[in-house]
């Protein structure tokens, strides 16, 4: 074989040839050269092989290995679970009743408010249903809400 | 002698079953050429080859108190190889099986040869064992080995291994021609 592509081949085998016209300027020579076809054909074979070994030894089997990764899998598992329970609790307890107030301040429009000496209040507001009404609202929470209203 | 050696399948999974680790160490290193015969011969990229394979193994371990002692271990883990396989077309949606490699993969068992996988040679794997492990000085080892496992670039590995591009790429040179004239010695490269 030509001893001026033996290192050549293999660099081109192993893919650090870049350039595309010594690329091609390799090819052609193999196709030429019957010597160097044969090293370029069993070098190849022997690139395979190597890499099929390699790979090989890497998949072995390990116990200890295998184990700990379903361990952790389990693990993850979990921490995913307990995630979505803590997202779900925090939703349900804060969030929800976040935008809920939001809602209840766009659609309620009072018009009159008076307080009594018991802390309890009258009110009139439009119930979005083109008449008015008085409802009495003692309840901590509408307190809260209608005090906000009349805050801003 | 190894103390596993006499015993089955079955023994050895009762045994892993009590606790002996080992036991199933042994056991599956004697399947390992032969799952990975078939992973090999039906996926081409060598980290899906990796995935296949460990993901295999997972599940074996994982499953291993489903397994009815009935001395059918090695189509228990054939089958379930099988359907990692089909299920890692499905995912990857690249090339769906074909008739002809799901017959082949239908046909695993039996290790006939008209089937479209290739046989490894064991004797060829431990030759080259044998020179990566036995022949090449730590750093040639180390160098060919991130160059085919890791697949770096021989200006990579010069950058991690702080040395010089051309010690990288001739001491690769150097063991792929030791490999190659040790196969070709034992036949394995045709003229």
């Not at chain 1, 349900?92 to 009594?116: A, G, H, M, R």
């Not at chain 2, 990579?156 to 990288?168: C, G």
Request: hydrophobic letters at 40%; charged letters at 30%; glycine letters at 2%.
């Amino acid at each position: 074989m030509c001893k001026e592509f033996e290192e050549k081949i293999i660099n081109y085998l192993i893919g650090e040839i870049e350039n595309e016209n010594e690329k091609k300027n390799i090819l052609k020579h193999i196709n030429e050269c019957e010597s160097c076809n044969v090293y370029f054909n069993q070098m190849l074979k022997t690139i395979n092989y190597t890499k099929e070994t390699i790979l090989y030894n890497k998949t072995k089997f390990d116990i200890f290995k295998i184990e700990k990764k379903i361990r952790m899998r389990k693990i993850f598992k979990r921490f995913l679970l307990g995630s979505s329970i803590a997202a779900a609790i925090m939703f349900i307890f804060i969030i929800v009743p976040y935008f809920k107030n939001i809602s209840k301040k766009e659609v309620i429009e009072i018009n009159k408010f008076n307080q009594f000496s018991d802390a309890s209040f009258a009110i009139e507001y439009n119930n979005n249903e083109n008449y008015f009404e008085n409802k009495f609202a003692n309840l901590e929470e509408k307190y809260l809400l209608i005090k906000e209203e009349f805050n801003e | 002698m190894n103390k596993y050696e006499n015993l089955n399948d079955d023994d050895l999974i009762k045994l892993y079953k009590k606790g002996d680790k080992m036991a199933m160490q042994f056991l599956m290193e004697k399947y390992h050429q032969y799952l990975f015969k078939i992973g090999y011969s039906f996926l081409n990229n060598k980290e899906d080859i990796e995935d296949l394979i460990q993901d295999t193994y997972i599940k074996i371990i994982k499953n291993i108190k489903q397994y009815k002692m009935n001395n059918y271990f090695k189509y228990w883990i054939t089958r379930m190889l099988k359907n990692n396989i089909i299920n890692f077309y499905k995912k990857k949606k690249i090339n769906v099986l074909d008739e002809t490699q799901l017959f082949a993969l239908n046909n695993v068992e039996d290790n006939s040869p008209d089937t479209m996988i290739q046989l490894l040679n064991e004797e060829r794997i431990a030759i080259i064992n044998s020179i990566i492990n036995e022949e090449l000085k730590e750093e040639k080892k180390k160098i060919i080995e991130m160059k085919f496992n890791e697949n770096l670039k021989a200006k990579e590995i010069a950058e991690k291994l702080k040395m010089p591009l051309n010690t990288v790429l001739t001491s690769i040179h150097y063991s792929l021609i030791k490999i190659k004239d040790k196969l070709k010695e034992k036949g394995y490269l045709s003229n």
